[in-house]
């Protein structure tokens, strides 16, 4: 390693705490080969409470709004949103936009079938709606008992004071909440928020797996693994999982690791200002607990294995068939998509070392085409990528492909060539009969025959899984793209019109219908709206 550094650069720092943020960050930014680095590409998801006074019930990730309240973190969004499923099944609390909520003129289907209250009409007033927001928030902090007591008492008020119906629903509810924690695969009296952590290790690979409890119920691991393979010792392995995931997530109340590496990990995390108690596995409950996430490390450890084992033969195999030069290591496809040319949009898809890397995804809204011009909209989609690639800017792949026959495949290698782009495979994926999956030809340049592989060939699988995967995030780009532009209130291109005078126009004239029937006498009566106005309102619906 000393043989390859070129230069030395020190930053000081006030604190030891302060250099082990800059030190993560600088990881990061510039990855270094000899450090221990765990993949993490995506934040962990939460459940939140909005503000207001009628909360929304949503799964949330990202950066933190100040009003509203936070629960988590989840291993995985399944978690989340098993968990807001049965909260809405419980306490019937709304999880529509607030843009929605606002403009509701009836209840929603949630409604009908008893998963909403229906605040946004008025069904349910403040302070009924507000308990229920208080109970989802008990539950959602362990304090079962407390939500179901107080169920319990109410329904016994109501009971007393003959009241059946609203008697009955609480019934209804604590029964439903019961069920909710019966349901739970492991749990703890005590209600903690419990972080488990294990280490497996195999010849040079390593995984860290996070036990989440949250409120004594167990909600799931979360297998993480370095970016690079290092044959590092299971405590430094998981003293640097613990520098890293700590500093953009808050700890639990306690940690449960090993008995050797508790005290690494206790120092770490008072480096960095977290005072958190971190003990081995103090009962048989907690050691099952351990147990289990080591056995998951262990699992995932295997899957993992057998999956690059996998990736690497069908890269093989790829190569072989098509006869490269070397194995494509980094292979990128697009493909376009779009309704009798309304919304196209292009998508460009990246498999590094034969697995999907859904971070380098890119799409491309196509404009100033004719419209249904799929080899226009491939040569520009084609050209606004590798222009960037051409200048340096970026990696470029080993091997492209193309989701279409030779008419496509023949603009693609025009634009690489109008690039100066030199030695880059490009290969089209042509449908075969029926568009059947297995009967695909791979169509090259220059006249070559095309290539039509068995349909259990392992490179023939790896093409056909990019291949989908890039049919499948252009249908996404194309869908939100046409329900945007069909959803577009034409108000919106009315100068002088903004969020707050549209809201008036649809709810004076009840909807646009009424809007572009109203007269320009009509229009100028709403508050707001003057004559000039009104007049641009009018020669915009005719």
Not at 145 to 154: C, F, P, Q, T
Not at 167 to 178: I, Y
Not at 420 to 436: T, Y
Request: net charge neutral; with cysteine; aromatic share 6%.
């Amino acid at each position: 390693m000393l043989l390859q550094v070129a230069a030395v650069e020190i930053t000081p720092t006030r604190s030891e705490a302060e250099a082990l943020i800059l030190e993560n960050t600088l990881i990061k930014k510039l990855a270094p080969k000899y450090n221990i680095l765990f993949r993490d590409d995506k934040s962990y998801p939460y459940i939140v409470l909005s503000g207001g006074t009628f909360p929304r019930l949503a799964f949330h990730r990202g950066a933190f709004a100040p009003k509203a309240k936070y629960f988590g973190p989840f291993p995985h969004s399944k978690a989340v949103r098993d968990s807001i499923q049965l909260l809405q099944q419980t306490f019937l609390l709304r999880t529509c936009e607030d843009a929605v909520f606002r403009n509701r003129s009836r209840p929603c289907l949630l409604h009908q079938i008893k998963r909403c209250k229906a605040p946004c009409v008025g069904l349910v007033s403040g302070e009924e709606y507000a308990e229920d927001v208080r109970l989802a928030e008990l539950f959602l902090r362990g304090r079962h008992d407390e939500v179901i007591g107080r169920l319990s008492d109410a329904m016994a008020g109501h009971a007393a004071a003959l009241r059946f119906e609203q008697a009955a629903a609480l019934r209804d509810q604590v029964r439903t909440l019961q069920s909710i924690l019966h349901r739970q695969y492991v749990s703890s009296t005590a209600g903690e928020d419990i972080d488990v952590i294990a280490v497996a290790t195999e010849a040079q690979q390593a995984c860290v797996n996070l036990a989440m409890i949250r409120g004594g119920l167990h909600l799931g691991d979360r297998p993480q693994f370095p970016k690079a393979e290092v044959a590092c010792d299971p405590g430094e392995l998981l003293q640097a999982f613990v520098e890293q995931h700590y500093i953009d997530h808050p700890p639990a109340a306690r940690l449960i690791v090993g008995l050797d590496q508790a005290e690494a990990c206790r120092e770490a995390l008072a480096g960095m200002g977290h005072s958190v108690a971190v003990t081995p596995a103090r009962n048989e409950k907690e050691r099952a607990w351990l147990s289990q996430a080591e056995n998951n490390a262990r699992l995932a450890l295997e899957a993992r294995r057998h999956a690059l084992a996998g990736a690497r033969q069908r890269l093989d195999a790829l190569r072989d068939a098509l006869d490269l030069g070397e194995t494509p290591e980094r292979i990128e496809c697009f493909d376009i998509s779009h309704t009798q040319g309304e919304g196209t949009v292009a998508s460009c898809v990246v498999c590094v070392g034969g697995e999907m890397k859904k971070g380098e995804y890119r799409r491309f809204n196509i404009a100033d085409i004719t419209p249904g011009d799929d080899y226009a909209a491939m040569r520009q989609a084609l050209g606004r990528r590798y222009e960037r690639l051409a200048a340096g800017e970026g990696i470029m792949p080993n091997l492209l492909l193309i989701d279409g026959g030779r008419g496509q495949l023949a603009v693609a290698v025009d634009v690489l060539a109008e690039l100066g782009i030199e030695g880059l495979n490009a290969v089209g994926v042509a449908k075969g009969e029926g568009r059947k999956p297995g009967l695909e030809s791979l169509i090259f340049p220059g006249g070559k025959e095309p290539l039509q592989l068995p349909a259990d060939h392992p490179a023939l699988h790896l093409v056909q899984e990019i291949r989908d995967e890039a049919h499948r995030f252009a249908i996404l780009g194309h869908r939100a793209r046409r329900e945007k532009a069909r959803n577009r209130s034409r108000l919106e291109g009315v100068p002088g019109i903004g969020p707050a005078r549209r809201r008036k126009l649809l709810a004076y004239f009840g909807g646009l219908q009424g809007v572009r029937a109203a007269t320009v006498e009509d229009l100028s009566r709403v508050d707001g709206i003057s004559r000039a106005l009104a007049e641009q309102i009018y020669r915009e619906f005719h």
